[in-house]
């Protein structure tokens, strides 16, 4: 997929909202069914109703509205700072602190420190070893 044709999707960027339409594949859910499976599942069997408000139709409305091409051109690297950007945008203006924004990661590559660059990507078997040597 094309940077150009997930920002022409109008509800594609909203990640697992789907309002009637059906967004790459009918088996392509946008994270939706581990929503569930989280969330909605597990309130269930122990008797709460969950909440989101990320599912409210003016808050849809209100995010289906946001320039992405606008304010990205396409370019791949505005539309991933752009998130950090908003957020510490947000930050300061409720509490005048100024936030950093780092670049996108992805959660498997972890964090490494300041100046570092991550360490190749371990197998399922490495990196439990690794984790269990640190707490055993």
Known sequence: MTVRSFLNHPLLFQEGWGVGTMKLASTYSGGQSRSYS???APLRACGFEGFSPFLRPR???LAVAIPFVELTGYDVEKLYALKGDVVSRGIRAITGLAMPAFPKRRFQH????AGREPGPVLSET???NHLMSLYA
Do not use: K, S
């Open 126 to 128: 490495q990196d439990r």
């Open 38 to 40: 989280r969330t909605y």
């Open 110 to 113: 972890g964090a490494p420190p």
């Open 59 to 61: 808050l849809v409305e």
